[in-house]
């Protein structure tokens, strides 16, 4: 069980951020267990493939720390910003005194015997951080890097949701919908871990309280060191809907009212989304999808919302019954 004591301020302080180094960490899951994230057989399929014959396999398979399935912690700093840069987390990767990262690695193993990689390198802490951060930093860029722009805009339409959550039904409901494995009461958060023998209660005090979305973990985690920047990294909604095709055909009765851009639009934005990202997937340039989007705003068609740098535009419910409408 992991508790974590939050006073009033520290409820005040509460953020949320996207992390495209945990995704990148979190995604080993998945390809050292398939069977248990068959949502992302689209992706998993491929990327075995690719990692198949890369030549750090064993060390980025053995830092899944099998049985316990848990991460060291170093190679998930704690973000500081809303949308994170991976240059900048990978930057704090590779400054992780080299002792730390040892004891990280031997942590995330819970007393169980490293395998070979990881114990010879353990032997020199130096080598394994400068290892681990180069063979990280390798796997992102054929894994996870062409499809960040998707991943994103998934985690970011979290993030607008439970920050509207937060404004409307305030920080208990934010803090009890994070997972089934999470409790909420008298000031303190508790979250159930079944995979690891991990038990401790920290206080944040004014440390700062993150909310960290993600797409490839189970169950809500937290850092294996108690000692760690208090931060909670949950299972982003909407994860069935990533790898399927990305457009929806509009009901006839919806293009002959609206037009077939602003119908095939508004059929489309099932989740937020950025006017970036229906651009992509209709391979036009931003500004015209911006045209039809600032038609449908000012019709009370979508509304939209700020996550960091990004614009997310979404359905209203009036939109949702025009469309349900148009289906009879």
């Known amino acids: 069980m992991i508790s974590y004591r939050l006073g009033v301020d520290d409820l005040a302080d509460m953020r949320f951020a996207c992390s495209p180094l945990l995704e ?27 990692l198949r014959n890369h030549p750090e396999r064993d060390l980025l398979m053995a830092l899944v720390a099998p049985e316990v399935q848990w991460l060291p912690d170093f190679i998930t700093p704690r973000p500081t910003s809303p949308l994170p840069d991976v240059e900048e ?18 942590r995330a193993y819970d007393g169980r015997r490293l ?56 920080a208990a409901a934010v803090l009890t919908g ?39 973990a189970k169950h809500a985690i937290s850092p294996v060191d108690p000692s760690e920047p208090p931060t909670v990294a949950y299972p982003a909604r909407g994860i069935g809907t990533l790898w399927s095709p990305p457009t929806t055909p509009a009901p006839r009765a919806l293009e002959d009212l609206l037009g077939k851009p602003r119908a095939s639009l508004l059929t489309d934005l099932t989740a ?31 509304t939209r919302a700020r996550a960091g740098r990004v614009v997310l535009y979404a359905r209203t419910p009036l939109a949702d019954q025009l469309i349900d409408q148009s289906r009879l």
């Open 24 to 50: 990148t960490a979190t995604s080993l899951w998945a390809l050292y267990e398939p069977s248990s994230h068959v949502v992302h057989l689209p992706w998993i399929r491929p990327t075995s493939t690719l």
């Open 89 to 106: 987390e990978l930057a704090k990767v590779r400054a992780t005194p080299p002792r730390r990262a040892v004891a990280d690695v031997i």
């Open 115 to 170: 395998p070979p990689v990881l114990e010879q390198l353990c032997a020199n802490p130096r080598r394994l951080r400068d290892r681990v951060g180069s063979a990280i930093a390798s796997y992102w860029e054929f894994a996870v890097e062409p499809h960040w722009p998707r991943m994103r805009m998934l985690l970011e339409a979290d993030m607008v949701h439970r920050a509207q959550l937060l404004a409307r039904d305030g």
């Open 178 to 216: 994070l997972d089934p494995s999470a409790q909420w009461s008298d000031g303190v958060l508790r979250l159930r871990v079944s995979s690891y023998r991990l038990d401790y209660d920290a206080e944040v005090r004014g440390r700062g309280f993150w909310l960290v979305p993600t797409l490839f």
């Open 272 to 302: 937020p989304t950025s006017t970036r990202e229906l651009a992509r997937r209709r391979e036009v340039s931003p500004s015209a999808i911006s045209q039809h989007l600032a038609t449908l705003l000012a019709s009370g068609l979508v």
